[in-house]
């Protein structure tokens, strides 16, 4: 098998598939109607000030902790969310100013393997029917192919013939999942968003989905935004690393510069979290301190400050750290790095 972490392509010779540009998804509070007249209006900063870009044939590797933005960001992308404020574009096009026709259009080049692979599948359809509908919905083949194409799909991810019939209630997870990515292959599309693929699955069991989203990778030249807080399976998967944190970015780099070499302190704090089978010596573990601050109108200052082991001095606390890049295609939010 070929090594999934293949080389970037330098950035300027090689086009953007996905461009986000100053991303904000804020959710109001709402505390009834007489304090919210009243009442200055409260907001959770999900998604806060974000850009980055995907580039083709590209794994896009997304982590952090729980509740640090990641799903909302990938659900932003694809309007199943609807942004504050920003810019999304798809091979040039800006998402989020197309109409509804437009959307639609467009929609069948991207689409999502969710992270739970029972509750995204309809318990009273078939098989055939789960697969089948994105084909009939974009018109990707006539009525008399369906069934044809179908079993082709099911094919390609590990399933037979004898599965078509069936509903969800009668499969492994690994095998909802897998019925998951052939409906989402069904309208041939270029961007995929796998939204924790492996979360609810056996360790065993992740192992083999992880193989078959990298044969897919392969053999549609698809682009991936992939979302976990699994960091060994980003490390395996990725070419290249944001790590999230309460709606921001704090650090982007190539995949092995941010689990080899990590700069920025939470990054550094991720990584030696990750399990490992050999001597505890190998990796000095980093324990946080500190209350995680709240994303309802954070106050000015690092995301980061309350926890940080290595803070500044007052400008932590007083400014946003400003995104540098500290070597080619190494990116920071840090004030240790300004």
Known sequence: MNDPRRSVIDKDMETSLVELKHLKTYFRIRRGLIRDLIE??????AVDDVSFDIRRGETFGLVGESGCGKTTLGR???????????????????????????????RKEFQVIFQDPFASLNPRKTVYQIVAQPLRTHHIVDSGQMKEKVLDLLEKVGLQREHLDRYPHQFSGGQRQRIGIARALGTNPRFIIADEPLSALDVSIQAQILNLLEKLRDEFHLTYLFISHDLSAVSYFSDRVAVMYLGKFAELARAEVIFNSPAHPYSKALISAIPSIRSSTDRKRISLTGDVSTPIDPPPGCRFQNRCFAKKGSMCEESDPLWTEIERDHYVACHLFA
């Open 40 to 45: 200055k209006k409260r907001f959770v900063h």
């Open 76 to 106: 932003t992308l694809i309007r199943l969310v609807e942004p504050t404020t920003g810019e999304f574009f798809f091979d040039g096009h800006n998402v989020f100013d197309l109409g509804p026709e437009d959307l639609r259009n467009l």
